[in-house]
């Protein structure tokens, strides 16, 4: 698989604060790239870099081939943006809003029509396209917004904390449709904070902590890194307290959720031997026994919270 | 740059023309304000003295055409980076170039078409164009330019309009009393046409006095009017390039 950015000790400087500090990574044609990070992480300057809307302070981006700084229209040729916030123009019909996009990206009119027509309805605005955007909803404007970061078709699409804010359904919406973008061959690079999202979505992911990278790798590789901790979650037929529990040597946490207790260990295999000994000495019996892997969350809050002041 | 690259950016340019126009112009405010400011403080300024009607004319169309494309042009960058329409721009394969000729060709049209409203009035009390191509090249050529030098005014990197409305009062005020508007520069002390000579206001009143009260009336040749005025569109073009590019990052 080649390459489609490439990301080579990339800095951005704000003054005294490296808001992005020299973070080099690649993603892969037909991959949706993950990045996550706490607030205030780096994401949307570095989804601002890469797309050519601000200059990085060093280091070099490279789009398909072409620099984004020395080559900047080819690159921009080639990808769609969807801004943290919308930026769709208030004064203009939605309609109107497509046609431009397709005009500044030197799309032919017929196939401009075309798109416009099918992204419309896909997002459900067809029958608003003649209205002013500054009276669409929240939702409306962030589906109009992708709408016009694809009138160009692109070959990479960079969405910027897409579903934040947005109902269950609109949120169902817009993974639906980058599935589908995904499975047509569209690279995605999708920042986000919904863990569940990068989860479902996500081939690699990045996490990002002060401007830097503190792993990248697939969700379910990501989740293994972090030891072979897991949850082991148990219920007994009558209730017993944390204190009750025997000492469990591989044992590094107890918690009880509800009826359950959940035991945070090392060696799930012997812990749940110990706790069927445990049941069999008081004469109780299990009711559920459950192994919790990590969450992709998990992993998140082990790599970003370090206690360092954000 | 190739030739499919240019006229390829050319049309983005006309794209981005198409989208002021359609936002910024085309509001009853902005062409009644557009038409009646120029009218009101000629009129102020005109009231009892007792002038030629030709002359009258010739000096309110040039002070139109002024004010007409240097209205809009200014407040687009503040706007858009307030609302962040200009992030989308930034995004999108066009050159600053671009953006800002896209922007000037909407300034130029509107200009033009304010234009029409001088010539009319002036038919209305009699007053015939004696030389109509050289007005219709003088008003293309004045308005590219003010349309150019209305850029630079919005190049600070602020997104308050009000600001960029106030640098440009203050530029184009003065401007007004130093281009032989209310006085033909021949009666102007030799300070006074030396000033002159650096307004680009000057030279596109000079060819309309030519073009409105006949060939003897201008005090500088045709070619000097036309010449002058596109040494100033130069300059302030490249300005407004330059500064925008300057000032664009730290909008976004
Ligand atoms: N224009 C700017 N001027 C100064 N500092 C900035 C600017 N833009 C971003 N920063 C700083 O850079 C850091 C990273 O900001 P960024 O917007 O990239 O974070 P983020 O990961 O997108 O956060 P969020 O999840 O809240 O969107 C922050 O500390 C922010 O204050
Ligand atoms: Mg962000």
């Keep these: 698989m080649k390459n489609v950015i490439e990301v080579t000790e990339l800095r951005k400087n704000y003054n005294a604060l490296a808001a992005v500090d020299s973070i080099s990574f690649e993603v892969e044609e037909g991959e949706v790239f993950g990045f996550l990070g706490p607030n205030g992480a780096g994401k949307t300057t570095t989804v601002r870099m890469l797309t050519g809307i601000i200059k990085p302070t060093s280091g070099r981006i490279s789009i398909m081939g072409f620099g984004i700084e020395q080559d900047p229209i080819k690159a921009k040729q080639l990808i769609g943006v969807v801004p943290e916030l919308s930026n769709a123009y208030n004064e203009l019909s939605a309609w109107n809003n497509l046609q431009f996009m397709a005009e500044l990206y030197g799309v032919s009119g017929r196939v401009a029509r075309g798109r416009a027509e099918e992204l419309l309805t896909k997002f459900d605005l067809y029958d608003r396209r003649d209205t002013k955007v500054k009276t669409f909803s929240k939702g409306m404007k962030q589906k109009l917004t992708i709408a016009m970061a694809l009138m160009n078709d692109p070959e990479i699409l960079f969405l910027d904390e897409p579903t934040s804010g947005l109902d269950v359904r609109s949120a169902r919406l817009i993974k639906k449709m980058m599935r589908e973008l995904n499975n047509a061959g569209t690279t995605i690079f999708l920042t986000t904070h919904y863990m569940e999202e990068a989860n479902q979505l996500c081939s690699r992911v990045a996490i990002i902590n002060h401007g830097r990278i503190a792993a990248i790798d697939a969700p379910e590789k990501l989740k293994t890194r972090i030891g072979g901790l897991e949850w082991v979650e148990v219920s007994f037929s009558t209730p017993v307290t944390v204190s009750d529990l025997p000492d469990l040597p591989q044992v590094l946490e107890v918690r009880s959720s509800g009826d359950k207790l959940q035991l945070y260990t090392d060696e799930p295999g012997s812990t749940i031997s110990r706790l069927v000994d445990y049941a069999r000495s008081t004469d109780r019996t299990i009711v559920t026994l459950n192994t919790l892997t990590p969450t992709l969350e998990d992993v998140f809050i082990k790599l970003t919270g370090d206690g360092r002041a954000g | 740059m190739m030739a499919h690259d240019i006229s390829d950016q050319m049309r983005r340019a006309c794209a981005i023309a198409k989208k002021d126009i359609r936002i910024y112009y085309l509001l009853g405010p902005v062409i009644i304000f557009g038409i009646l400011s120029p009218t009101f403080l000629f009129l102020a300024?005109?009231?009892?003295?007792?002038?030629?009607?030709?002359?009258?004319?010739?000096?309110?169309?040039?002070?139109?055409?002024?004010?007409?494309?240097?209205?809009?042009?200014?407040?687009?960058?503040?706007?858009?980076?307030?609302?962040?329409?200009?992030?989308?721009?930034?995004?999108?394969?066009?050159?600053?170039?671009?953006?800002?000729?896209?922007?000037?060709?909407?300034?130029?049209?509107?200009?033009?078409?304010?234009?029409?409203?001088?010539?009319?009035?002036?038919?209305?009390?009699?007053?015939?164009?004696?030389?109509?191509?050289?007005?219709?090249?003088?008003?293309?050529?004045?308005?590219?330019?003010?349309?150019?030098?209305?850029?630079?005014?919005?190049?600070?990197?602020?997104?308050?309009?009000?600001?960029?409305?106030?640098?440009?009062?203050?530029?184009?005020?003065?401007?007004?009393?130093?281009?032989?508007?209310?006085?033909?520069?021949?009666?102007?002390?030799?300070?006074?046409?030396?000033?002159?000579?650096?307004?680009?206001?000057?030279y596109i009143t000079d060819l309309c006095r030519y073009s409105f009260q006949g060939t003897d009336a201008g005090y500088y040749s045709v070619s000097v009017d036309l010449g002058a005025l596109t040494v100033f569109l130069v300059i302030f073009m490249t300005a407004a390039i330059k500064l925008h590019e300057r000032s664009l990052p730290e909008r976004l």
């Design chain 2, 45 to 202: 300024f005109m009231m009892g003295k007792d002038l030629p009607v030709d002359f009258l004319i010739a000096g309110l169309m040039g002070m139109t055409i002024f004010f007409a494309s240097t209205s809009v042009a200014p407040v687009i960058a503040p706007i858009e980076t307030q609302s962040r329409n200009l992030e989308r721009i930034a995004a999108a394969p066009v050159t600053i170039t671009t953006v800002l000729l896209g922007d000037v060709l909407a300034s130029v049209l509107f200009g033009i078409l304010i234009s029409f409203v001088p010539i009319l009035l002036g038919m209305a009390f009699g007053v015939m164009v004696a030389h109509p191509l050289t007005l219709a090249a003088g008003i293309v050529l004045a308005t590219f330019c003010f349309s150019a030098m209305g850029l630079i005014f919005s190049a600070a990197p602020t997104s308050i309009t009000s600001s960029v409305m106030m640098i440009s009062m203050m530029v184009k005020f003065p401007l007004i009393f130093v281009s032989g508007i209310f006085i033909p520069i021949s009666d102007l002390p030799s300070w006074g046409r030396a000033l002159a000579m650096f307004s680009p206001l000057t």
